[in-house]
Structures are given as structure tokens and as C-alpha cells.
């Protein structure tokens, strides 16, 4: 079963850990030793490609545990690996290019020797000769230098030293010859070849740069986790082909991005990345630990510990450049999922604290909204109750018109509690159509029970694009917000105008105004504003529910005044 795979691949990583500390020139006894301490009845390795004198001389690593580890069963199987590439002491160029251009500085000396050979002794012309090999040399390593001396000296010897068209090595003064070419052009190949694997480091250096820097700007960009670690597996399958990053989950782990994308790996790449995970090291394939494993696997690191890892598959060998760049992307990746995570503890502790806020206020205003009316109801009901043969009918009356106005009271608390939690959970729905502004003020208006005196200035047939019903409960939060704060026998003044595509609806009371540190937040939930030393009743939710209903129509509004307040409401115009 999967299970026991998965143990037998977790002890054989941590074996193999353990050879890799603990072993030193012998290598063979260290493993048989730690193989006998834990009771171990079968060796397992990979097929190896060790140098023929290993070969012959009998010194591979299966032969010397079988020799010294008579009591195991070794077993030898291949890795899956890709075939090793023989390194080459001299690299070919790809291409004739090269080849043609030697030839064609041969020919070119050939050229001046036969033009100047009245006058130039031929030994000069070997000295022209050398120069096209440092050159050949130069541009295009050993093996093209070799090519280039051996047809220079072929040239300079059958075209310009007597006997002529003949290739004579009969003189010391040749065999020196044959030397100097042969001396120049590996010097000169040799070291051109380093000077390009330098430049070519230094290019795969800045090229890490420039992908740090472009790692740095993306890494930054993504605002969610999940977005922030399909990018980072992006960036690594750029390098190596294949991406995932794995982040842990109860006792095991998930594959939280793949590009392109998976959701399974073999056994043996689960077992590497549970070691590396465990070990905070390197594993599986060009590594020292499970190296047989398809995938390879690089630690998220940062200072408060290790979030993931980042695993990397790719169809050939990688190099260091590529490796030193999934090394800092890692890192790069780990410290942007920790500022992500932050941010996000950030936003819930915030959440929390407004959420905790939010609550203290209900209380607040549950402890007064509604202890007042359900007083004066219950001082209400237990006067009639006891005494209801000593009142008379006009104080039984205002006691029950006490009763009902907090009664009223109660209902219209409630009702707003509840219009707030369907505006937050985004229940409401605006059905859109033609309103006319009149029509909604009158029918507001007549909704508000106290108002007194309104004064309306409204251009006839001025309408707005919203829900009538919903625009009528705005109007009527307002109403009773200029009704509770104005003064008695005061006058509200309602105006609209239309101004491009929009129609802004005024309405102002006879009030002390909003303070100008209250207007951005008298839209608040519960929030009151202190106007005056007058304490009126309310939730302090009327204009937040007035806020809300006109957001989810697509309108807005704001405060103002001082010398008595001015609500304005901006909606769409309708045409």
C-alpha cells in the first residue's frame, strides 16, 4: 500500500542524510555500519556510471557492498537519469562559420606573403602567420585555434620555405615551428575559451539580477495568497520547466499552485519533500538526498520559519545560474507570502476590532433604545392595571397612546436593525426605473409623523433613475433626522436640481448643523453627533441605512451646514 512506501522512502531519505554527515573516505563501511544499527536486511541504490578503472580494478560501489556486506541483499536498479555527457577536452563549434573564418585569415595571409615575397624573408611571413592563429584562436576557442595552426603551418611550409610545394619536416628549425603553432594556439584557444566562460558567468550572473528585480516587482503585486503562489510557481517554471509549490496541510502537504498545472506526484518526490521540509534542506533529484526523485525541492525560508517549498522539474540538468535564481525566489517567495499572511491578519484584526465596535454600539443602543420604551410601557401597563378604576378616561387614554407610541418606537428600532444586516449582506435589490422627485418627497413627507412645516423647490418634471421605494425610505431617514434635530415649529426646506447626468436632492432644517469633525462620520453606523445641549432619541442607523440604500442604486450623499444641516443626495437623472 501507499503507506509503507511512503515510511520505506522516508527512512531511506534519512538514511541516506545520515551517510551523507557521517561518511568519510570510506563511504562503504559508514553505510554497512548504519545499515547493521537499524537492523536494515536490504541495500536499494542506483545504477551508477562509474570510470572504467573502477571498472576494472573492481572499486565500484555495488561491488564493494556486496564484497563487505555479505549478510544484505544488494539490489541495483536503474535511475532514470539521463545519460552522462562525456566532457569533451576540446568543444567543437557549432556551425561552419567558424571553420570558414580560419580558413579565410590562412588565405588572407597567403594573400600578402605572395604580394610581398620579393622583399619579405619567409620567416616574417611565419610571424603573419602565428597572428591569423592568435586570431582564429581568439574568436573562437581550441579546437578552431588547432585547425587554424595546422593549416598556417601547412601554408607558411609548402608555399614559402624552400623546397617549395613540398611539406618537408627535415630541419630542428620545423619541429620548432610545429611547437610555436601548435604552443600559440592551445595557450591562446585555452584562454580565450576561459575568458568566454567568464563572460558568459558574469552574463548568467546579471541575468539573476534582472530576474531578482523582476521577481521583486511581481512578487509585490499580488494582493491573495493563492494569486501570490501562482505567480511564484510561474517564475520558477520559467527557469526549469515544471513548478509547484507545496504548502503543509494537517500532517501532510498540498499542492497549492503547479504550473503547468498537477495535483499528484510518484512516491519517491513526496518522500523528498517531506525530508526537505523536515530538514530545512535541498532534496531530490540533482541533489545528495533521494537524488533518484523526478522532482527537486528548495525550502521557503524566512526569519519566523518555513511557510512551504518550491519543487522544480526539468527535462535536463540545471545549472548553477538557474539554480542561484530558484534559490532567491524561494526566499523571495516565502518573504512575500509572510507579508501577504500579515496583511491579512492585519485586515481580520481590523475586521475584528470594528466587528467589536459594531457590537459594543448595539449594546449601547439596545440598552437605551429599547430600556426606555419598554419603562415606559411597563410603568404604562402596571398604572392601568392597578388603578384603572381611579383614572379617568382621558389619562387611561394617554397611557395607552403612551404604550403604542413606544411601541412604535420599538418597531421602527428593530426595523432598522434589520434594514442595516439585509444592506450588509447585500440582499437588497434595487429595481431601477423612473421616479419623479416630487412624487417621492410627498410620499415621504407624508410618512413622517411631527414634520412641520416643508418647503419644496422643485422644477417640475425632474425625475431620477431609482427604486421609488427605496428612494421614499431615504427621504423619510432624512426627514426624521431634520424632524429630531430642528427646532420646534421649524422648516425644512427640500430643493432639487439637475446638473448634467446627475439631479442633487437638498434637504436642510432650522437645526444647530452638523460640527464639521462629525460629517464624515454621521453616516456611520450608530454614530450620533452632538448638536447642541439637546440629548434626542434615535439608533444613530438612519442615515448609514440612508447611505446604503442609495450606494445599491448608485447614488450618493453627503453633509453639510452649520448654521443648521444640509443633507444632499445625488442621483442619476433620468430622462
Known amino acids: 500500500g501507499g503507506e509503507p512506501i511512503r515510511q520505506t522512502l ?189 563572460a558568459r558567468a558574469a552574463q548568467g550572473r546579471i541575468e539573476n539580477l534582472r530576474r531578482l528585480s523582476g521577481f521583486s516587482r511581481r512578487l509585490g503585486a499580488p494582493a491573495t495568497e493563492p494569486d501570490l503562489l501562482r505567480e511564484v510557481a510561474h517564475e520558477a ?59 527537486r525541492f528548495l525550502p521557503m525560508r524566512t526569519v519566523r520559519g518555513m511557510p512551504g517549498l518550491l519543487g522544480v522539474r526539468s527535462d535536463g540538468k540545471l545549472e548553477e545560474a538557474p539554480l542561484q535564481a530558484l534559490a532567491a525566489l524561494a526566499d523571495q517567495g516565502a518573504a512575500a507570502l509572510e507579508r501577504v499572511r500579515l496583511a491579512a491578519d492585519a485586515v481580520r484584526a481590523d475586521a475584528q476590532a470594528e466587528t467589536q465596535k459594531l457590537r459594543t454600539a448595539l449594546l449601547n443602543s439596545l440598552s437605551h433604545d429599547l430600556r426606555t420604551p419598554l419603562t415606559g410601557i411597563r410603568g404604562a401597563a402596571g398604572t392601568l392595571r392597578t388603578a384603572w378604576d381611579k383614572l379617568s378616561a382621558g389619562a387611561r387614554g394617554d397611557l395607552l397612546a403612551a404604550i403604542e407610541e413606544d411601541t412604535v418606537r420599538m418597531t421602527r428600532f428593530l426595523a432598522n436593525i434589520t434594514e442595516m444586516t439585509r444592506l450588509e449582506t447585500g440582499e437588497i435589490i434595487p429595481r431601477l426605473q423612473r421616479v419623479g422627485v416630487a412624487t417621492a418627497i410627498e410620499a415621504a413627507v407624508a410618512r413622517v409623523p411631527g414634520i412641520g412645516a416643508v418647503e419644496q423647490t422643485i422644477p417640475e418634471g425632474i425625475a431620477v433613475h431609482a427604486d421609488a421605494d427605496l428612494l421614499e425610505q431615504v427621504l423619510v431617514n432624512v426627514l426624521e433626522n431634520a424632524a429630531k434635530y430642528g427646532p420646534e415649529g421649524g422648516i425644512v426646506r427640500v430643493a432639487a436640481e439637475a446638473a448634467g447626468d446627475d439631479v442633487t436632492i437638498s434637504l436642510a432644517d432650522d437645526g444647530p448643523g452638523i460640527p464639521e469633525h462629525d460629517r464624515p462620520h454621521v453616516f456611520d453606523s450608530f454614530y450620533r453627533a452632538l448638536r447642541g445641549d439637546r440629548i434626542v432619541p434615535g439608533t444613530g442607523l438612519g442615515l448609514a441605512i440612508a447611505r446604503g440604500l442609495l450606494q445599491a442604486m448608485g447614488g450618493a450623499i453627503s453633509a453639510g451646514g452649520a448654521g443648521g444641516a444640509v443633507i444632499r443626495i445625488v442621483l442619476p437623472r433620468a430622462s
Open 10 to 198: 522516508e527512512m531511506a531519505a534519512q538514511l541516506g542524510a545520515e551517510v551523507e554527515t557521517r561518511a568519510n573516505a570510506d563511504i562503504v563501511r559508514t553505510t554497512l555500519d548504519l545499515a547493521r544499527a537499524r537492523n536494515v536486511t536490504h541495500l536499494v541504490m542506483g545504477r551508477g556510471q562509474p570510470s572504467v578503472r573502477r571498472r576494472i580494478m573492481g572499486q565500484t560501489l555495488a561491488g564493494s557492498l556486496i564484497r563487505q556486506g555479505g549478510e544484505f541483499a544488494v539490489h541495483v536498479v536503474p535511475t532514470g537519469d539521463a545519460p552522462r555527457v562525456r566532457r569533451q577536452l576540446v568543444a567543437l563549434p557549432i556551425g561552419w562559420v567558424p571553420w570558414a573564418v580560419a580558413t579565410a585569415l590562412d588565405g588572407v595571409v597567403i594573400a600578402l606573403g605572395e604580394l610581398a615575397h620579393p622583399w619579405l624573408e619567409h620567416e616574417a611571413l611565419g610571424m603573419l602567420f602565428l597572428a591569423a592563429v592568435v586570431g582564429a584562436a581568439s574568436l573562437y576557442g581550441l579546437a578552431v585555434a588547432l585547425y587554424a595552426a595546422t593549416l598556417a603551418f601547412v601554408s607558411w611550409n609548402v608555399l614559402f620555405i624552400p623546397p617549395l610545394y613540398r611539406l618537408t619536416i627535415e630541419e630542428p628549425r620545423d619541429v620548432i615551428a610545429i611547437g610555436v603553432f601548435t604552443g600559440v594556439a592551445v595557450i591562446t584557444g585555452l584562454m580565450a575559451s576561459r575568458l568566454r566562460a567568464q
Open 237 to 295: 517554471a520559467a527557469i526549469a520547466g515544471r513548478a509547484v509549490v507545496l504548502l503543509p496541510h494537517a500532517d501532510d502537504f498540498d499542492i497549492s499552485a503547479a504550473e503547468p498545472p498537477t495535483d499528484t506526484m510518484d512516491e519517491g518526490s513526496w518522500a523528498a519533500a517531506r525530508w526537505s521540509f523536515a530538514k530545512g534542506e535541498p532534496s531530490g533529484r540533482g541533489t545528495l538526498t533521494l537524488p533518484s526523485a523526478a522532482w
